[in-house]
């Protein structure tokens, strides 16, 4: 009887522990895709920012290739910006796990 009640109280904590690896899982792949849709808007927020800048006081007639060129060195800062931002997300990680 007590030997039949620990093996079921033992597969109900394998049930539970992999339902949390599931879960843990889809976190994981949750946060993958916030960073991406995060990278995403960062861009859109830099092309945006740069074409304001550009548009603001100037005539009609813009130097398009100057303006595709200030949005490529602005995401390329960004991006640099958002590197830097995971390193000390993933140091974080790594000293609280550890």
Known sequence: QNEKELQDVVKQQEQKMLQL???SGEVTRL???VSQL????QRAETEAK???EEMRGKEPKVDTAYVQERVLLRQEVDKLRLLLLEKEDENLLLSDKY
């Open 31 to 33: 946060k993958g895709e």
């Open 50 to 52: 740069v074409l304001w």
């Open 38 to 41: 995060k990278r995403s808007l």
């Open 21 to 23: 690896i599931d879960k």
